[in-house]
């Protein structure tokens, strides 16, 4: 059906950059919404960056200004470049995907998640 991978995650310094890519691969046929969200040990899975079709992109108070969400249609791909990073950043961010596709002749729609990808900031 659909997968998610995602790349791009290591150890970074407090104040440096990373850049998250997801891409989707599968009978795909269209994406929906997609976005970014992270869990750090010990505390509940929380919404990064949310682009939506219909109500647009939103953004944790704390990455405003910091973090940006971007999607390449055509590689089916979604972003995040994140600079400023700071220690409470540190966490499993994981890549979120409303996908439509291709089931022998149905077309579906639904949620994918990646795996997951561990950021880590420290000095």
């Known amino acids: 059906q659909v997968q998610l991978a995602e790349s791009g995650g290591g150890m970074v310094q407090p104040g440096g950059s990373l850049n998250l890519n997801c891409v989707a691969s599968?009978?795909?046929?269209?994406?929906?919404?997609v976005g970014w969200f992270r869990q750090a040990p010990g505390k509940q899975r929380e919404m990064v960056a949310l682009?939506?079709?219909?109500?647009?992109?939103e953004y944790e108070d704390s990455v405003k200004g910091r973090f940006t969400i971007s999607r390449d249609t055509a590689k089916s791909a979604v972003s995040l470049q994140m600079n400023s990073l700071k220690p409470e950043d540190t966490a499993v961010y994981y890549c979120?995907?409303?996908?439509?596709?291709?089931?022998?002749?149905?077309?579906?729609?639904?949620?994918?998640w990646g795996r997951g990808i561990q950021v880590t900031v420290s000095a």
């Open positions: 599968g009978s795909i046929v269209s994406i929906n919404d």
């Open positions: 979120y995907q409303i996908v439509t596709y291709h089931s022998g002749a149905e077309r579906w729609t639904g949620p994918y």
């Open positions: 682009q939506s079709k219909v109500d647009g992109t």
